[in-house]
């Protein structure tokens, strides 16, 4: 059983960055592909960014590609997701997932979940 907590949200201006971080318990963290997912009010969660085990095969949302970059540090149990020029339209809660398979884009597809960060940009 793996635990994922998250930190590092906040409310920003547009043009900022933030850097999510998620840390892993409970598990071989070098096991699990990592994603970040995110789901702003009244809309479905989707998806933001995804890192294979080894760190060296990412998937990106066409929305945050060039904007964001993930990445994680097996030796510390922790995922990042560095944002950079933020947008009112990135404003959600951004939740952390880990799944033993290949990173992919389908929230249905991974098996543990962090409880979320919210994160907030103002025009």
């Known amino acids: 059983q793996v635990q994922l907590v998250e930190s590092g949200g906040g409310s920003v201006q547009a043009g900022d960055s933030l850097r999510l971080s998620c840390a892993a318990s409970?598990?071989?963290?070098?096991?699990?592909?990592m994603g970040w997912f995110r789901q702003a009010p009244g809309k479905e969660r989707e998806f933001v960014a995804a890192?294979?085990?080894?760190?060296?095969?990412?998937l990106y949302a066409d929305s945050v590609k060039g904007r964001f970059t993930i990445s994680r540090d097996n030796a510390k149990n922790t995922v990042y997701l560095q944002m950079n020029s933020l947008k009112p339209e990135d404003t959600a809660v951004y939740y952390c997932?880990?799944?033993?398979?290949?990173?992919?884009?389908?929230?249905?597809?991974?098996?543990?979940w962090g409880q979320g960060t919210q994160v907030t940009v103002s025009s």
């Open positions: 997932a880990a799944r033993i398979t290949p990173a992919t884009m389908r929230p249905n597809e991974y098996d543990y």
């Open positions: 409970g598990g071989i963290f070098s096991s699990y592909a």
């Open positions: 890192i294979s085990r080894s760190g060296g095969f990412k």
